[in-house]
């Protein structure tokens, strides 16, 4: 079930109503929400509630056993690693890993034969198995206690909201309060129904229309000017940030409603002054995650320089592997390690911890010339997140640099109008506004104009533009991840 389709207005309401009404009893509430997201997660395919279960029931009996026993602590733990990361790796990287061995094999003029698997990724497979697995891992620890309760730790799991795209909760959050009596907040709904129309406007207006600019530009790039490629690499900054942004907007909201805080998962990264903010601020959930449990038992930066380094470029080609099964991601890693590593040495990493123009209305030139190079060189690295594979990318750079001549035929060859591009182009505009006034907040809505005339009528145009571009057929970009 898509966030931006008819069957979630009409689900997420009945949910709601349901699910307060069974407020009194904690047991119930939680045996309907978790009816709820298996029925969320259903509808995609119903056959894989069979490997969400299978893994919770796993990552829940592992749970209670490293807290009973002394010894076999480790075995455990590697069964749980083994359990989840094993899923992941056959489901997502299988098929991968014999297409990279045969094309290695080919430079050797040797054609192994080898067999592929044909299956279906299994939609938020690579979230959830982060989420179980940071619970197993803080078990271990002894950073968590682990729950006595099946039905608590599947719930926490499960929790439809956040279960197909993030954020990637950590269960030291959100398991206690699927453990404890929530109270109906009135001004918690009240912002989360904001987030969740901020959240749409993101996706169904701006993400969706970037879309249909990006796709056949990328599609054709060699027969397009350097404008349209321009147009094509800066567009998919914008959809790529606001179609998964869009998400956890809506994801965060919806969990408002039902009286749950999920962590912030964006912080206005395109405000960023260098790479190092740009990854505190952009898809926070996972950049910690890999934090917390690769970076920091690498021994983070309290090593030598060549060691940081190394843990430097682990961080980021296992992120950019996180993201899918293509050399590209890779690639599209390293890129950012090497914007990154210069900021270590210089000692600069964690120069910019504060929001950009703090008590200011707008930033100095300096900050501007920041913000500029900062979305140049992470909307350069965004190309070969894209492409199909490396060399697609390197040629989409070559022919924009190769036909720099101002040719605005390629609207045509797109299939649109420049009314088309006028429209996107206002709502883009219209997003950085108000999120560059809300920057020090949560999300884009956070703070509304104080005259009531005013406010409604930014919830008349949001809910009208939504309305006019709502097509439920389009997915979110991370749902592939």
């Known amino acids: 079930m898509l966030f931006n389709s008819i069957e979630f207005l009409l689900f997420l309401p009945i949910v709601f109503i349901i699910y307060w009404i069974l407020s009194k009893k904690l047991i119930l509430q939680n045996i309907f929400l978790l009816a709820a997201s298996y029925l969320f997660y259903g509808l995609w395919d119903y056959r894989f509630l069979s490997l969400i279960i299978f893994s919770s029931l796993v990552d829940y009996l592992i749970g209670l056993q490293l807290k009973k026993q002394v010894n076999g602590r480790k075995a455990l733990l590697f069964t749980s690693l083994f359990v989840n990361i094993g899923f992941l790796m ?140 321009i147009l094509g690499a800066v567009f998919f900054a914008i959809q790529i940030y606001c179609d ?49 449990y690769v970076y920091i038992p690498l021994g983070g930066s309290k090593v030598s320089k060549i060691l940081q380094l190394r843990n430097i470029f682990v961080i980021f080609l296992v992120s950019g592997f996180w993201h899918g099964a293509n050399w590209t991601f890779v690639f599209w890693g390293f890129l950012h390690a090497l914007c990154y590593i210069p900021l270590i040495f210089l000692k600069r990493n964690r120069k910019n911890l504060d929001v950009i123009a703090q008590n200011k209305i707008f930033p100095n030139f300096v900050e501007v010339i920041q913000v500029f190079r900062m979305f140049v060189i992470v909307t350069f690295a965004w190309v070969f997140f894209r492409a199909n594979n490396i060399q697609e990318g390197f040629g989409y750079l070559e022919h924009m640099f190769k036909n720099m001549f101002f040719d605005n035929s390629f609207l045509n060859k797109v299939g649109l109008e420049t009314e088309n591009l006028y429209v996107v182009t206002f709502f883009i505009i219209v997003m950085f506004v108000f999120e560059w006034f809300n920057r020090a907040y949560s999300f884009g809505l956070y703070n509304m104009p104080k005259n009531k005339i005013s406010r409604y009528v930014l919830y008349l145009f949001l809910c009208l533009t939504i309305i006019q571009y709502l097509s439920g057929k389009n997915e979110f970009i991370y749902f592939q991840f």
């Not at 098929?95 to 080919?106: G, R």
């Not at 405000?271 to 934090?291: G, P, Q, V, Y």
Request: net charge positive; hydrophobic share 45%.
């Open 244 to 292: 998964f942004s869009g998400y956890s907007d809506i994801a965060i909201g919806v969990s408002k409603l039902l009286g749950i805080d999920l962590m912030q998962n964006f912080s206005f990264p395109y405000f960023s002054r260098d790479i190092a903010e740009f990854w505190r601020r952009w898809h926070i959930s996972l950049s910690t995650w890999f934090r917390d």
């Open 90 to 229: 056959v489901f997502k990287y299988f098929n991968f890993f014999i297409d990279s061995f045969v094309d290695f094999c080919s430079i050797f003029s040797y054609k192994p034969s080898v067999t592929t698997l044909n299956i279906v990724l299994p939609v938020g497979i690579s979230f959830y198995t982060f989420q179980t697995l940071s619970y197993s891992i803080d078990v271990y620890r002894n950073k968590l206690e682990p729950t006595k309760s099946m039905l608590n730790f599947f719930t926490y799991v499960a929790f439809f909201p956040q279960l197909v795209a993030g954020p990637i909760e950590r269960a030291i959050n959100l398991l206690p309060q699927i453990e404890n009596k929530r109270l109906f907040d009135y001004v918690k709904a009240k912002s989360g129904m904001r987030q969740i129309l901020w959240g749409l406007f993101k996706k169904v207006a701006i993400a969706d229309s970037c879309a249909a600019f990006v796709d056949p530009i990328f599609a054709d790039y060699t027969n397009f000017s350097s404008i349209g490629l």
